[in-house]
Structure formats: C-alpha cells, structure tokens
C-alpha cells in the first residue's frame, strides 16, 4: 500500500487546513489510518487516527476540539481538518495506517511522504 500526503502549506494562527492521504489500494480493514507530525527537534507523536470503517476514532490531547479525522472508504482516502491552528502544530505531517496498539508507540505499516504545515504567529 502505498500513501500519499498533500495538502500542507502555510497559515497565520488561528487558521485551518485540509490535510489529505490518498491510499494506492484498500487498506486492510483492521488497520487505522493515522497522521503524525513531527517538529524539530521532537518526537513523532500520533496526532489522530480513525479505522477504516469511520467507527472509531483516536486523538491527542494536544489537538482534541480543533482537529477532526475522516475518511472516504470509496476513494481510499483520509483527511485531517485542522481548524484553529496554533503556532506549536508547526511541523511535518506525516498519514500512516496501522493497528492502533502499533501507532500509539511512534510505529505503523505503511507510510506516507510528509507534508510540511507552518503556523505562523
């Protein structure tokens, strides 16, 4: 399977962005399919992620409110709406799928190329 990310740039505080993960096929119907980000000089965190079937859905705590996750089944795609955006999720995105268990210790199965979101103040 493979991932591919779009939809970073840059924007004031404040202001929101659609990030989009398009899947090359199905993803197995157990996985997740997640967003990270990673800042300079930290560590990869799990941002969010949702199962396949749209019934489950995981965020930190960091973005809880302002981020929402979803996917289209159809289109083998997943998206992060971040709204509100503040200068400390200045990083780079990364769309991932997964289990759960894998993705909440920094892992995945597959990957995408990262996509860099800037947050100015």
């Known amino acids: 399977v493979q991932l591919q990310a779009s939809g970073g740039g840059l924007v004031q505080a404040g202001g929101s962005l659609r990030l989009s993960c398009a899947a090359s096929?199905?993803?197995?119907?157990?996985?997740?399919m997640g967003w990270f980000r990673q800042a300079p000089g930290k560590e990869r965190e799990l941002v969010a992620a949702?199962?396949?079937?749209?019934?489950?859905?995981y965020y930190a705590d960091s973005v809880k409110g302002r981020f929402t996750i979803s996917r289209d089944s159809a289109k083998n795609t997943g998206y992060l709406q971040m709204n509100s955006l503040k200068p400390d999720d200045t990083a780079v995105y990364y769309c991932?799928?997964?289990?759960?268990?894998?993705?909440?210790?920094?892992?995945?199965?597959?990957w995408g190329q990262g996509t860099q979101v800037t947050v100015s103040s």
């Open positions: 949702i199962t396949w079937s749209g019934s489950s859905t």
């Open positions: 096929e199905r993803i197995f119907s157990s996985y997740w």
């Open positions: 991932a799928a997964g289990p759960l268990v894998t993705m909440r210790t920094g892992g995945a199965r597959h």
